[in-house]
């Protein structure tokens, strides 16, 4: 069975302090990894897809890397407005298009 | 903008009453799925269509049904709701399906089971 775990469950930084969100997976066949943003009361907003280990993608303060076993969202120089729930979610060869998600980082960026 | 869009936003049913949740997209995607996301906790699929094809998810109770008239609409239906179902109903899209397309999220219904 395919299962992804986050970690932490919630992260307090403040504006400026640059941290990691880990992402851990299992899967039988990874055919892409994906990372969402999620506001409070709103649905998943799309990040990132990475596809093989060694891939890294960039997006403002934002830039994801992929191992076999694991994906890292590294936040630099954050802001208030990066507040949000970050989602991490597989897609297993095999699957059609079936994403399994972690339950998501709640991270709060204070002034 | 091209977007996915939820109706209502917030659904208030009694306990057993059928309840229809709808979603609609202007991205002329070929797949749409329905999520379940209870309060922190993941998104869980729940079913997709593809075109006009159904596909169920194995421990999706038989409660849930869903149809789908046309490209741009999908419906959600709960035919005896409980106070187990309720959640965060998401509505996504992707172009194709079998590939890693990535899925456009709508905003969500909340629904409430009284």
């Known amino acids: 069975e395919d299962q992804v775990t986050q970690s932490p469950e919630a992260l307090r930084l403040q504006e400026g302090e640059s941290s990691s969100l880990n992402c851990s997976y299992t899967v039988s066949g990874l055919r892409g990894l994906f990372w969402y943003r999620q506001d409070p009361g709103k649905g998943p907003e799309f990040l990132f897809t990475l596809y093989s280990a060694g891939e890294e993608k960039e997006k403002e303060r934002l830039k994801a890397t992929l191992t076999k076993k694991e994906s890292f969202l590294h936040i630099t120089a954050p802001k208030p407005e990066d507040s949000a729930t970050y989602l ?18 709640r991270l709060q960026v204070t002034l | 903008d091209a977007m996915v869009i939820q109706n209502p936003r917030y659904q208030v049913t009694q306990f057993g009453k059928p309840v229809t949740l709808s979603c609609s997209q202007t991205l002329n995607h070929n ?77 969500g219904t909340r629904l409430t089971v009284t």
């Open chain 1, 88 to 105: 991490c979610a597989v897609q297993a060869t095999g699957t059609a298009s079936k994403l399994t998600f972690g339950t998501g980082t």
């Open chain 2, 31 to 107: 797949v749409m799925y329905w999520y379940q996301q209870k309060s922190s906790q993941a998104p869980k699929l729940l079913f997709h269509y593809y075109d006009k094809d159904f596909n169920n998810e194995a421990d999706t109770p038989d409660n849930f049904q869903s149809r789908r008239p046309n490209t741009s609409f999908c419906f959600l239906d709960i035919r005896s709701p409980g106070l187990g179902d309720a959640a965060m109903y998401l509505c996504a899209t992707s172009r194709e399906i079998g590939l890693s397309y990535e899925q456009y999220f709508g905003p």
